[in-house]
């Protein structure tokens, strides 16, 4: 009995870690090989361009600040007055959009996945897999997703090539590794549950947060950030969305930042460098309703 358990456990950490086991990738390569991520060129591995991907993040993120309005007041006292007026009047447009149903005594809040819904025309969940053994995944829970839209994002604290990492990956099947060699740690638990937390309180500046720690709760603040949670496409399973990265550029409106399920590891990078962010979009068959977003491939 002693010897079947022993046997059960070292077969958990061989499945675990055999992707890391480099004459056992060297041996599958040709024979799993739509696993694997495949980039003939850097240009073809985005299916989004970078503009349309800054277009909806800002669309979305947009909308979660002006439903939940009433707890921007820090923010707004530090915004120019000019952007300050713009968000009165999306504000109010939003309220008599929302007049005929609900009276000013009434007014619904929505919850995230609403804005999401409301917003692009579909809600996404984390929910138990269809593919067995697979833990929990992420389905379509209403409306439907067309090709080539971003549909999540993947969290985590992203670290440079040379940043250690040791610790947080052991045993972690979370961990991205992006072309061009940047780490990002989606774990939601343990030692880098721990570490994301440090580096959001660290990157603070007054009222403003630099990044969304939510994804580490049940009760996310940004409705897109599940990606970690996307499966991995099998021999009989197919793709039907991809992953990108896309770097946040400089000129992002801080008051959207606390939206962004990403921060750098490193503060010093965070300040030299671009926010690396991964979109997760839709490359195959519309998502429908109780249909899994699974990944092209994994790491």
């Known amino acids: 009995m002693l010897f079947r358990t022993l046997l059960r456990v070292l077969r958990q950490r061989w499945h675990r870690y055999k992707y890391r086991f480099v004459p056992w990738i060297a041996l599958n390569l040709s024979q799993n090989r739509r696993t694997l991520r495949y980039v003939p060129e850097d240009s073809k591995d985005k299916i989004i361009p970078d503009e349309d991907v800054l277009g909806t993040l800002l669309k979305v993120f947009q909308a979660l600040f002006i439903s939940n309005f009433s707890r921007q007041t820090d923010i707004l006292l530090l915004l120019p007055e000019a952007i300050k007026s713009k968000y009165r009047d999306l504000l109010v447009t939003h309220q008599r959009t929302e007049q005929p149903r609900y009276n000013t005594q009434q007014q619904k809040i929505y919850k995230p996945g609403e804005v999401l819904f409301n917003t692009l025309g579909f809600s996404i969940s984390r929910e138990t897999s269809s593919l067995i053994s697979a833990g929990k995944g992420v389905f379509v829970t209403k409306g439907f997703v067309p090709k080539g839209t971003v549909v999540s994002m993947y969290p985590?604290?992203?670290?440079?090539?040379?940043?250690?990492?040791?610790?947080?990956?052991?045993?972690?099947?979370?961990?991205?590794?992006?072309?061009?060699?940047?780490?990002?740690?989606?774990?939601?638990?343990?030692?880098?549950?721990?570490?994301?937390?440090?580096?959001?309180?660290?990157?603070?500046?007054?009222?403003?947060?630099?990044?969304?720690?939510?994804w580490l709760t049940s009760e996310v603040q940004n409705p897109l950030a599940v990606g970690q949670y996307v499966n991995n496409c099998s021999n009989d399973k197919e793709a039907n969305v991809c992953y990108q990265e896309f770097d946040v550029p400089e000129l992002f409106p801080l008051e959207f930042k606390q939206y962004l399920p990403n921060i750098m590891y490193s503060h010093d990078t965070q300040r030299s460098a671009s926010l690396r962010t991964v979109p997760i979009a839709m490359c195959g068959s519309r998502g429908t309703q109780g249909h899994p977003a699974r990944r092209r491939a994994f790491l």
């Open 156 to 214: 985590g604290t992203v670290y440079q090539k040379h940043e250690p990492i040791f610790f947080q990956s052991i045993g972690n099947p979370f961990i991205f590794r992006c072309l061009d060699g940047m780490l990002i740690d989606g774990n939601d638990k343990g030692i880098s549950k721990v570490v994301y937390r440090s580096c959001n309180g660290r990157d603070q500046l007054g009222p403003f947060k630099m990044s969304d720690s939510t």
